[in-house]
């Protein structure tokens, strides 16, 4: 497969997974704001898996609380960091760029909600009694997972994936 076919699929899984993602993620919000009022909680599974409507000024795990001037310009170098990458990613293997879609998808929807409310919505909580794992939505594990999968990548298999050549037909 030529070099421009491959960029041009690349792009498609970045733009698929991101859309994708995105949407999911916006909807979800929409859907805990329309249906639990701030603050309750909804239990799904237990204690273990609680729906909670919450409101996060700050970053993951509610650092940085009311630095919303902090995390837009944040947002946008996290985008202009998935643009970098998938240039120079582009011969690589499609999953990666699931993955910077994801990622791309992740800071869009925080940064949707940031520029629109001047918070993020934050619904799933998961944990037993007070121990609990802090609050989060679809965007959450979009940015820090695809964050350290992409981190990984770059550490080890990027070192021994060739790029896709041109030229060959395995490709």
């Known amino acids: 497969m030529d070099s421009s076919r491959w960029a041009w699929r690349a792009t498609w899984a970045l733009a698929v997974t991101a859309v994708v993602l995105y949407v999911a993620d916006q909807l979800t919000k929409a ?54 990458f998938h240039i120079q990613l582009r011969q690589r293997s499609l999953w990666i760029h699931v993955v910077l879609g994801a990622i791309l998808a992740g800071g869009l929807g925080n940064l949707t909600d940031r520029l629109r409310q001047g918070y993020v919505t934050d619904f799933v909580s998961v944990g037993i009694g007070d121990l609990r794992w802090p609050a ?4 959450d594990p979009c940015l820090v997972l695809g964050i350290i999968i992409l981190v990984a ?19």
Do not use: K
Not at 41 to 52: A, D, E, M, Y
Not at 136 to 139: L, R
């Open 31 to 84: 859907w805990v704001v329309a249906t639990i009022p701030y603050g309750e909680q909804v239990p799904v599974i237990g204690n273990l898996v609680v729906l909670w409507h919450l409101r996060n000024t700050g970053a993951a795990f509610s650092l940085f609380q009311g630095a919303t001037w902090l995390f837009v310009p944040v947002h946008l170098l996290a985008i202009g960091m998935v643009a970098y």
């Open 136 to 139: 989060f939505n679809v965007a």
């Open 153 to 171: 990548y770059l550490m080890f298999a990027e070192r021994s994936e060739p790029a896709r050549d041109a030229g060959d037909p395995s490709s």
